[in-house]
């Protein structure tokens, strides 16, 4: 008998092909519903691989049902949805497809930044909705992002990747990170700083961290608090990182300029959420790698990484407990 996998949302067949020869493949025949909780509980009994999306809590309860797993192969880099701590002391393997989405999430991150400073989404409404009738010097004037100085916290690959971009348009950069990223600090000019300073002197604080225990409300009031009035904070890393009811008051009571969000503490963010109510705040359905080559590219990697492991290899994307690369 083939071994059993299943995969939480319908895939492109060209992705799945290779799979089907030497397993028995069941996948969840929607695109844009997730797998019910129940339907995944039974068929978490029989399977040896899994693969799953962001979508999906694999929780220790969902494990604890799958006595024949050794995979779980996440389509995204954020592995917060699994519980890794579990899945490993099981002797399940769990991997997730970093690299393939960095340039693609820097450049929605970027773009992210731009739309925010300059509202765009609140000038495309104001021509649309027939409120342009002539142009006036302060009309829907923004920041400026050229010569600004970005802060970003988390400096690791998308991190790395978004500095770039942000020297091309002349900014100065400054980050925070756990660790001192001393070869980038050379290369690119960024100057390391405590998170407190941090916040204090940039103009644009864009979040990319993992969410972990210790990354989790790593933004709150006392945070915020810290920021110029004329920051924009953006987040395109994991909603949970920053505290959302904090972030709504630094906002309303205008402590801070703007915010851009592709990410939120709970997805989808219902459509009645106060931050939705905000003119200075810029929402995207998270986005970040939605490219067509990068989606194709998570979900051939997520699929290697299911087959090495499947086959007794280490797989390439291997998630080792305790680090969160
Ligand atoms: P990465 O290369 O692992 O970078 C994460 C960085 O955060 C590393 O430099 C790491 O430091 C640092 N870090 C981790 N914990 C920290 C802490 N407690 N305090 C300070 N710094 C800490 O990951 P990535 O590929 O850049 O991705 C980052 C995150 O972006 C992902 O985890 C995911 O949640 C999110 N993401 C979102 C989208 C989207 O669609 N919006 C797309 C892709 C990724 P070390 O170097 O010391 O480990
Ligand atoms: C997307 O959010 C990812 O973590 O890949």
Redesign the pocket.
């Known amino acids: 008998m083939k071994p059993r996998i299943y995969i939480t949302r319908k895939l492109p067949e060209q992705i799945i092909d290779g799979l089907c020869k030497n397993y028995d493949v069941r996948m969840w025949n929607q695109e844009d519903i997730p797998v019910p909780r129940e339907v995944l509980e039974e068929e978490m009994k029989e399977v040896e691989g899994l693969l799953c999306l962001?979508t999906e809590q694999i929780d220790e309860s969902l494990i604890d049902k799958a006595a024949n797993l050794k995979i779980i192969a996440?389509?995204?880099?954020?592995?917060n949805n699994i519980d890794v701590i579990s899945a490993t002391k099981r002797g399940i393997m769990v991997t997730?497809?970093p690299g393939v989405?960095t340039e693609t999430?820097a450049d929605l991150t970027f773009g992210l930044l731009l739309a925010t400073a300059r509202r765009l989404m609140e000038a495309e409404d104001y021509l649309k909705s027939g409120k342009w009738e002539t142009w006036s010097p302060m009309q829907l004037t923004g920041q400026d992002v050229y010569g600004a100085t970005m802060g970003i916290i988390g400096l690791g690959r998308i991190g790395e990747a978004l500095a770039k971009r942000a020297k091309g348009f002349d900014m100065n950069l400054v980050y925070f990170n756990r660790s001192r990223k001393y070869e980038q600090e050379k290369e690119l000019g960024i100057e390391y700083q405590p998170l407190e300073k941090l916040l204090q002197i940039s103009d644009f604080v864009c979040v990319m961290l993992p969410l972990t225990p210790e990354t989790a409300y790593m933004i709150g009031k006392e945070q915020l608090e810290l920021m110029k009035e004329s920051a924009v904070l953006i987040n395109?890393?994991?909603g949970g990182i920053i505290d959302e009811k904090a972030l709504y008051k630094a906002l309303k009571n205008r402590e801070i300029w703007a915010a851009g969000l592709d990410?939120f503490e709970e997805e989808p963010i219902p459509v009645d959420h106060p931050l939705l109510t905000l003119p200075n705040v810029v929402t995207l359905p998270?986005i970040?790698?939605a490219s067509i080559a990068t989606r194709l590219k998570?979900a051939t990697l997520a699929v290697q990484n299911l087959m090495e492991g499947l086959a007794g290899d280490t797989p390439r994307n291997l998630v080792v407990v305790n680090k969160s690369k």
């Open positions: 962001l996440n389509m995204a880099v954020g592995h997730n497809t989405l999430t395109t890393a994991r990410v998270h970040g790698s998570m």
